[in-house]
């Protein structure tokens, strides 16, 4: 049997490779695609079927396909082909003029892939047609004038003679074809070579001829570079002026079809850039004016049908666009409300986005698309919009504390006094979501939501995002620790939790709640109470005089200070490095005989904050944060550090700017 490592490290079988389907082209009579081919406009679909296989590919550079090369180059238009050079076959002559602009190489400047074909077909330059590629490739040229050598080096008509120069001066200039004058083309005129190339053809002319057993082997050479470029350049020239004549002929072509196309369009009720970019007409318009073919009537005849469904594909595409980006623009105005709704207190609590927009009214602006009688902004600030949605609010909020107060416990609450809070809107109302643990800011501190957290909490997903997705009453439960120590806070303060000034009060108790749950003794600000009843199964306080609290904590409590401390503020990141930070649970401990504090009452609990009753506290070691965080954790078991762990020795300048944190 194999082993478990084996089975999962065995390789995965690659799934069966689908065959290719049949090319029933290759399937004809040689004769047959001869024919064929010779009802082509150029030798540019005879290379545009020599790249599609294998097969056609040696097909058709047998010495036997010459033929159809030869009949296509003939045949070609505006006019023929000049004569091939004798040292070229037919199909890399036809690679030579076509080949560049169907494979998209790069421009020479840029990069960038052209279907255009070589400006210099000597030197084999290919530019775009953005103006600056030409005026960056003139400045890497070199002009050079055979003509007049008298004050040039005794190397020079033998380096220049031996090299291939531009077929005319306009190449690289000026590539308008109405200044085109026959004056400035090889050898009676002023020519251009790449400059790097010059160089190095000096360069190792120079060095070859220093020497006298190199010389003559270097003038052979150069000797018979030049008789290969005198054979070759008259062929180069009559390419040149073929390319003039053919760009002529297509910038005419092109013309005449989009003429025909303008008239196609108004005549059967067509935007004319809808019929020059549906897929159908498109295509057969780039081919003609490749193949400088004129778009007839039959043409379009035959494609109606097609161009008519393409045109109504693209106009619901346009629709469906159009749509999104309406309902883009009506969604981020309803957001914005919204969050300016969420700085109101008095529209507290308010549900996620994700339930907000499900409002009636609120779809109603979402899915009206905006126009001139319609706009969602003005729409949403009218009496009747905000009347509207504060009615949609109230209803949401009243099943929300139907839900919520089921989680509590509660059942369906009803109340026939005025002055009696709902259970959910209590002090000791505390909630946790059960699907994921992030706390917003506000509520991170306590571990826990009260009903208006509970109402805006927004599940997120593991990496950080928001889970958009409704609000649901189901994702919470009770959280039984916080309500167990805030409802022992009041009743050891006779607060009544259903009372509206319960939460006043309850703030008002102050520094004075002392954890008796915690082997130091420990002193808690109420609004710490629910945060710090995680920390226990089932937490017991006590209530000390403000006398005695002051005595014990010595350094007041300073509610936000660890996450302030933990956050992401770049000024933070000093201040945790300062020593001066000290351990409560060091300095504020119980005497011997009260080590099960939970046992004992209130009032029998000893406390020690010096030596011998005295009230100055004990001596303690100072930390950098970090080593604060490491000493609660190694020492008292705390792994998440609260304001009530620990006091800080001197007060910290949060004045530090961004630039000095950093």
């Known amino acids: 049997m194999q082993s478990r490592r084996a089975k999962r490290f065995k390789k995965a079988v690659p799934p069966a490779q689908t065959a290719p389907k049949t090319c029933y082209f290759t399937k004809l009579p040689f004769e047959l695609i001869a024919d064929i081919l010779q009802f082509t406009q150029s030798p540019r679909d005879v290379l545009a079927l020599y790249l599609c296989n294998k097969y056609l590919r040696d097909t058709l550079l047998r010495k036997e396909s010459d033929f159809i090369w030869r009949y296509m180059r003939l045949h070609c238009q505006p006019s023929p082909l000049p004569d091939k050079p004798s040292s070229m076959t037919e199909a890399s002559y036809a690679a030579l003029v076509f080949g560049g602009g169907m494979c998209g190489e790069p421009c020479e400047a840029c990069g960038l892939p052209t279907d255009n074909m070589y400006s210099s077909f000597a030197l084999r330059i290919r530019i775009c047609k953005k103006p600056a590629c030409l005026a960056n490739i003139q400045r890497t040229m070199k002009k050079i004038n055979m003509q007049d050598v008298s004050s040039e080096p005794a190397y020079f008509p033998i380096v220049a003679g031996s090299m291939f120069v531009t077929e005319n001066s306009r190449c690289v200039e000026d590539l308008s074809i109405l200044t085109l004058t026959r004056a400035g083309n090889w050898p009676q005129a002023a020519n251009y070579v790449r400059a790097r190339d010059w160089d190095r053809s000096v360069q190792d002319y120079l060095e070859a001829t220093g020497l006298p057993e190199t010389m003559e082997a270097e003038l052979t050479e150069r000797a018979s570079r030049a008789q290969r470029v005198t054979a070759l350049m008259p062929t180069f020239v009559a390419l040149y ?78 629709e469906r666009r159009q749509y999104q980006m309406d309902h883009a623009k009506a969604y981020t105005v309803v957001e914005k409300h919204y969050e300016g709704l969420r700085t109101k207190r008095e529209m507290l609590p308010v549900p996620p986005f994700a339930t907000f927009r499900k409002f009636r009214f609120i779809k109603t602006i979402l899915n009206t698309p ?83 957290g509970a109402c805006s909490h927004q599940c997120r997903r593991a990496d950080g995002t928001l889970k958009n997705e409704p609000w649901s009453a189901e994702r919470f439960v009770k959280d039984a620790k916080a309500v167990s120590a805030i409802s022992k806070v009041l009743a050891l303060s006779a607060l009544r939790a259903e009372s509206p000034e319960s939460s006043v009060l309850f703030d008002a108790i102050g520094s004075r709640i002392l954890c008796e749950s915690c082997p130091g003794a420990i002193i808690l600000q109420p609004c710490q109470v629910a945060g710090h009843s995680h920390r226990h199964d089932e937490m017991q306080v006590s209530f000390l005089s403000e006398q005695d609290a002051s005595s014990i904590l010595c350094h007041p409590l300073t509610a936000g200070l660890a996450q302030r401390l933990m956050g992401t503020e770049l000024r933070a990141k000093p201040l945790r490095g300062q020593k001066v930070y000290m351990c409560r649970h060091c300095s504020q401990k119980r005497e011997a005989s009260t080590m099960n504090p939970a046992a004992s009452s209130a009032r029998s609990t000893t406390l020690s904050t010096g030596t011998g009753g005295s009230p100055e506290p004990l001596p303690q070691k100072a930390y950098i944060f970090d080593g604060l965080r490491s000493h609660l954790k190694a020492s008292h078991g705390i792994e998440a550090v609260r304001d009530e762990d620990f006091y800080c020795s001197v007060q910290l300048d949060w004045s530090i700017t961004k630039e000095a944190a950093s």
């Open 370 to 452: 905006p126009s001139p009688a319609f706009n969602p902004s003005k729409q949403l600030k009218t009496p009747l919009a905000k009347t509207l949605i504060a009615s949609e609010l109230t209803a949401w909020r009243m099943d929300a504390k139907e839900k919520l107060g089921e989680v509590l416990g509660y059942g369906t609450w009803k109340a026939a006094s005025k002055t009696r809070l709902h259970p959910v809107e209590r002090v000791n109302a505390r909630f946790k979501c059960q699907r994921c643990h992030h706390f917003e800011q506000r509520y991170r501190d306590d571990g826990c939501f009260n009903f208006i």
């Open 241 to 318: 002026h073929w390319k003039i004549a053919y760009d002529t002929a297509r910038e005419q072509c092109k013309k005449a079809n989009e003429e025909f196309a303008k008239a196609f369009a108004e005549k059967n009720g067509y935007a004319y850039w809808d019929l020059i970019n549906s897929p159908s007409f498109s295509t057969i318009h780039k081919t003609k004016n490749k193949t400088l073919e004129s778009i007839t009537a039959l043409d379009m005849t035959v494609l109606g049908e097609r161009i008519d469904a393409d045109i109504v594909k693209m106009k619901e595409q346009r």
